[in-house]
């Protein structure tokens, strides 16, 4: 199984000026495209203290300077792993678009006001979700996690409060310490463009091999 890709290329002249506004440019692009189900899924890498790793998709829900910022259950492999070892990658597998962006960096919890902010906006359902799964625990079966679900819709179409977000969930915060812009090209000479962060100091932009 081969393809060829000879899409574009992308050159140094056709970087904005920073990793924001590049991401930000070429994720309008892969939203616009109308190629992908869900252009904001990133695969996101984390590992334990002595270095076993995992990896699953996560979608991503908010950005800026700061960082890329997705939310899930803290109780979680990943929750747990990030807990012990703050630093991830992500990657972006636009495939159509011959392109990924990989993200390195550093994370922290979002803040409680963003985290509430966020799960409010969510669908009863995944509100309800939240709360009726133990992320990564092992189940005998599918059933536990029906059961606990219907529970919590029935008691909570009962008492009609507004669903708070759970104190294990919340939001999670990639700050990039290096951003890669990777364009397949013929021959497998791919450009890889990377913004890497200076230490007390800005970025720099540096090509890497493929």
């Given at each position: 199984?081969?393809?060829?890709?000879?899409?574009?290329?992308?050159?140094?002249?056709?970087?904005?000026?920073?990793?924001?506004?590049?991401?930000?440019?070429?994720?309008?692009?892969?939203?616009?495209?109308?190629?992908?189900?869900?252009?904001?899924?990133?695969?996101?890498?984390?590992?334990?203290?002595?270095?076993?790793?995992?990896?699953?998709?996560?979608?991503?829900?908010?950005?800026?300077?700061?960082?890329?910022?997705?939310?899930?259950?803290?109780?979680?492999?990943?929750?747990?792993?990030?807990?012990?070892?703050?630093?991830?990658?992500?990657?972006?597998?636009?495939?159509?678009?011959?392109?990924?962006?990989?993200?390195?960096?550093?994370?922290?919890?979002?803040?409680?006001?963003?985290?509430?902010?966020?799960?409010?906006?969510?669908?009863?359902?995944?509100?309800?979700?939240?709360?009726?799964?133990?992320?990564?625990?092992?189940?005998?079966?599918?059933?536990?996690?029906?059961?606990?679900?219907?529970?919590?819709?029935?008691?909570?179409?009962?008492?009609?409060?507004?669903?708070?977000?759970?104190?294990?969930?919340?939001?999670?915060r990639v700050a990039p310490d290096t951003v890669e812009f990777w364009q397949g090209?013929?021959?497998?000479?791919?450009?890889?463009l990377r913004y890497r962060r200076i230490p007390d100091a800005d970025w720099v932009?540096?090509?890497?091999?493929?």
């Amino acid at each position: 199984m081969r393809r060829a890709y000879d899409r574009a290329g992308l050159s140094e002249s056709d970087l904005a000026g920073t990793w924001l506004a590049q991401f930000t440019g070429w994720f309008a692009e892969a939203v616009d495209s109308g190629l992908l189900v869900e252009p904001n899924a990133m695969v996101l890498a984390t590992a334990t203290l002595d270095g076993l790793p995992s990896g699953r998709t996560v979608l991503l829900k908010g950005y800026d300077e700061a960082g890329l910022v997705f939310f899930t259950n803290y109780e979680s492999r990943k929750g747990r792993e990030l807990a012990v070892n703050p630093f991830a990658a992500l990657v972006f597998p636009w495939y159509p678009l011959h392109r990924q962006v990989i993200v390195t960096g550093r994370v922290s919890r979002v803040s409680r006001a963003e985290t509430e902010a966020y799960f409010a906006s969510r669908p009863f359902d995944s509100k309800i979700g939240a709360w009726a799964s133990p992320q990564s625990q092992v189940l005998p079966s599918r059933a536990p996690l029906e059961q606990a679900f219907g529970d919590l819709v029935a008691g909570w179409l009962e008492d009609g409060a507004e669903i708070p977000a759970p104190d294990h969930w919340g939001g999670l915060r990639v700050a990039p310490d290096t951003v890669e812009f990777w364009q397949g090209r013929s021959s497998r000479l791919h450009d890889r463009l990377r913004y890497r962060r200076i230490p007390d100091a800005d970025w720099v932009i540096e090509r890497l091999a493929p």
